[in-house]
Structure formats: C-alpha cells, structure tokens
C-alpha cells in the first residue's frame, strides 16, 4: 500500500506501518490509528453500555462484582482463574452474588490486583453527574472538564484515599 | 539512579522490536523488517476455547520466537532469566541497569499505564526495553510508545509477574555476544523457508493457510458467541485492531513482510525475492480491506449472516493467494 493511502494524521494515537514510499521503496511511517481516530467514540459507546448493564445487574443482586470486572475487562473464565490461581470451579463460584461475601480478603486483593482496582471498589458504585444526567464511574475513572477523581494507594493495601478535586 | 543512551525508536511490533533495538545498541545494524523476516515471525492462527473469552485469531509466530530464531540464525548470544521471586526480579533488573545494561522484560500489556487505556488488554506477551531507573521510575522503551518514558514501579511488577497463559514470571533477555560476521544468505533462506513450511504444512486444521480457512468458515458463526449486536460488532471492529493497530507494522505483518522480501533480494542479490515482495504488499492491500470492512460494517451493526458470509469470502481468498504465494515463495528460495 502506498504511503499516502495508508497514513492517517492522528496525533493521540501512534503506530508505525509499513508502506510503499513515494520513490518507490517500502519502509516504516509514522502515523495514526486509523480505528481510533475514526470509530473511538463506538468504541467507548458500546463500553458505556455494556457497563451500564452490568451495573443493572449488579445493583439487582444478580452478578458478583467479580462478574462485573471480568466482563469489562474481555478476560475468560480460565484466564482469570489461571491469574488468581485458583480452580475455575471455585472461580464460577465467585461470580454469583450469593458466594461473593464468602471470599476470603486476601484473594479479593488478588482479584484487585488484577483488575487493577482498590478493593474497595467491589463495595461501591460511584456515580458522576455528566450533561444532566447521571453515569457509573466503577470502571475507569472518568476523565471531566471541572472535577478531578483518583483513587490514591496507601502503604496500607486495603486502605485507599478516594480525592476529588475541584479543578 | 541509572539512564543509558538508548536510540530510542518507535517500531510496528513490540518484540522484532525490542529485539532490534538491543541488536543495534549492541552495535549490530539490523532492521525491524530483516529481524522479523529471519526469524520467520509471519504466521496465522485461529484460536478458540475457554482459554478466550472470544475466538481470536494470531499473525505472527509464538511470543518469544523472534528472540531464539535471531539466536540461532544470526549466533547472537543472549542472557535469558526467570524469576519465581519478584524481589530477586526486580533486584536482577536494577543490577543489571547499574551496569548500564539496557533489558528486555516480558510483561502483561493491561499495566503499561503509559499507553492509552482503550488499546490496553490483558496479554502476557508484550516486551518492552528498560533502559534506566530514576528513583522509584524505570526508563522505559516501548516501541509502541513515541518517545521514552519515566514508568511507576509498582505497574511494572505487576506486568512482570502477572499469572495466567503465558505468564512472563520476570522474564528478561538482554544480547552478550553479536558476531562480528554474519551468513545473512543462509539465515534468510532458513527464515523464508521456515515460514512457508509454518503457513503451508503444519498438520493442525487452524494453523497457516488451514488457519486462514477455518477463520473464514468460522466467522458466519460468531454471532452464536456474542452477547448481544454491541457486543459482535465490538468483536468484529477487534478483526482491524488485531490487523493494525497491535503491533503488525498494517496489514497484519503482510507489509513488513514484502519490507523483509525487498531488503533480503537487495542483500543476497536475488531477483526473484523482489518480485515475491511486491506480491506480499499486494495481498497485504486485500488484509487491509478487510480491516476497513470489519470497521465499516461493525459501526453500521451490518452484522446479518449475508455481511458475514461476505467477510469470510474475502478472508478466504486471502488464503487462497497465500497458499500460491507461499508455495511460489519455497520454490524459488530452495
């Protein structure tokens, strides 16, 4: 593929391609993500309702938070069970509500670890107000324009400052 | 407190990258095309099972591969070292950095925090080189990344020591010895043959061209696995990213590829590989249709049995002029 056909000019997100170059010789360019400068507002919008409906499902009693972040986070059974390391029998266990309070506090720091989350967010939905209405910020953090929420570590592993700034 | 200088540059794929990063700070010049020609790094796989959340298919050769085939092709030495204890990872890594040793380290790629976070997911195969350390914060190059970047220590144990499939218990690797001469004709002929007898021959029903064939027959069917219409339609845009956007230099390696093709007939002298690369940019053009047609048809949740059917066609006719190409392409390097 030519030079000129393949580049995208997208400075967020750079890759490097392999291309035909004007004189003829092929080689690397420098360009943007054709996928994410096009179709990234899809993508978050398919994540956003994805969440929305798990949270749903997690504010009914109907799935263990463990469900939750697996789900967002696209990991199998078998892999999650592989990275907690436990068997995949006790991993399905712990994504029904009912057996969720029976996890011991040492594994549910493993799961955290893994999902790359403070264990307290299993215990919390947090909810932004964003244009008028309402949204669940128990993924990610949502980046806003006027307020500024992270979720600070503490020495102590189970213990995290929630900071919420007025920019 | 350590930084080496490290021509830091971005690459298309994380470890031909890593790879030739380190080969030319040792003082070797290689290009990323010739590492991952050589070490036979193009490939196809169609992979399903409850190892997957979703069935997903590979371009490229195992993790790992592109490092020993460069060592035993080209007789580059490496160090290479696991760790069962984090701490000694860790204290290996900061020695060696002292040193002023810049190393390659395998880590999961959901915790390079560096990287924008819709491209991050959970993949135990992403290499990156450390090139020092700043206080608590490792100088990282990422050829995924534009420039170096100062990368928290807690994030990087993590990547270095998450379990699951593959996982990299610290692993790391670093060049000890670079010949002074090389036999480049010999090690492209292996590569090249290599890597037609992996896409031609292999007798696994999806792997190679096989592989391609059965990602054809099996896409019709992927609405069975999908949650709901986001969720197929998020699977399939997946097709794009998994073709260009994770590290495959476009077209799922099919560009770098022709790239290697026209270095090595320039370097050997063989007509023939000139001709042979521009029939891989060509078939590489038709991968890249297929990354912009997932991306079309997934936006618009075109997604009825009628679109699917016709992306398996165009997938299968990428194996069926692979299959002639790599037949061509073994005949002509004998």
């Known amino acids: 593929m030519k030079e000129k056909d393949i580049f995208v000019d997208y ?6 391609l392999y291309a035909e170059k004007e004189d003829g010789s092929y080689g690397p360019i420098q360009s943007g993500s054709y996928i994410t400068k096009n179709y990234i507002d899809d993508f978050w919008l398919k994540k956003k309702n994805l969440e929305k409906s798990l949270v749903e499902k997690l504010k009914e009693g109907e799935i263990s938070p463990i469900y939750y972040y697996m789900t967002m986070d696209e990991l199998s059974e078998k892999e999650l069970a592989a990275r907690v390391k436990i068997c995949r029998s006790k991993l399905r266990k712990h994504l029904k509500p009912e057996h969720f309070p029976n996890i011991k506090l040492s594994l549910l720091k493993r799961y955290a670890d893994i999902f790359n989350i403070p264990v307290v967010n299993f215990f919390q939905i947090l909810i932004i107000k964003k244009d008028k209405e309402f949204i669940s910020n128990i993924y990610k953090n949502e980046k806003l324009v006027n307020i500024n929420i992270e979720q600070l570590p503490t020495k102590n592993p189970l213990v995290v400052i929630t900071r919420i700034e007025d920019k | 407190m350590s930084e080496i200088t490290f021509n830091h540059k971005m690459a ?7 790879v030739t990063a380190l080969l030319n700070h040792a003082g070797l010049e290689i290009s990323e095309p010739m590492v991952f020609g050589i070490s036979s790094g193009i490939f196809f796989g169609y992979l399903k099972g409850p190892r997957f959340a979703f069935p997903v298919f590979i371009v490229r050769s195992k993790p790992g591969q592109i490092r020993k085939n460069i060592s035993k092709r080209l007789g580059v030495k490496y160090h290479t070292a696991s760790f069962k204890n984090p701490q000694k990872g860790e204290d290996e890594l900061d020695r060696l950095l002292e040193q002023n040793i810049p190393v390659a380290v395998q880590v999961d790629f ?11 997911v959970h993949i135990n195969a992403h ?3 450390i090139v020092g350390k700043k206080g608590t914060k490792y100088i990282v190059s990422d050829s995924y990344f534009p420039k170096l970047v100062e990368f928290d220590r807690e994030s990087l ?4 020591f998450a379990e ?9 690797f670093y060049p000890t010895y670079v010949p002074e001469n090389i036999d480049y004709e010999k090690a492209i002929r292996t590569g090249i043959k290599k890597a037609s007898y992996y896409m031609l021959k292999l007798p696994i029903p999806f792997l190679g061209i096989k592989g391609i064939r059965k990602f054809a027959d099996s896409v019709v069917e992927w609405p069975k696995y999908a949650r709901d219409i986001e969720h197929l339609s998020h699977e399939i845009m997946k097709i794009n990213v998994l073709l260009e956007d994770q590290g495959t230099g476009g077209a799922g390696f099919r560009f770098i590829y022709a790239t290697f093709l026209r270095e090595a007939s320039e370097m ?3 007509s023939g590989l000139l001709e042979m690369s521009k029939r891989m940019m060509e078939i590489g053009d038709g991968w890249r249709e297929i990354s912009l047609f997932t991306a079309k048809i997934g936006k618009n949740r075109d997604l009825g049995q009628d679109r699917l059917k016709e992306l398996g066609n165009i997938i299968r006719k990428r194996a069926d002029v692979e299959e002639v190409f790599f037949r061509d392409l073994q005949n002509i390097i004998k």
């Open chain 1, 11 to 16: 400075k967020s997100h750079q890759l490097i």
């Open chain 2, 12 to 18: 298309a794929h994380c470890e031909s990258g890593s």
């Open chain 2, 110 to 120: 959901y915790y390079m925090n560096y990287i924008l976070s819709h491209e991050r």
């Open chain 2, 127 to 129: 290499f990156i080189n």
């Open chain 2, 157 to 160: 144990m993590k990547g270095r």
């Open chain 2, 164 to 172: 699951g499939s593959m996982a990299p218990k610290g692993f790391m």
């Open chain 2, 268 to 270: 050997i002298g063989h």
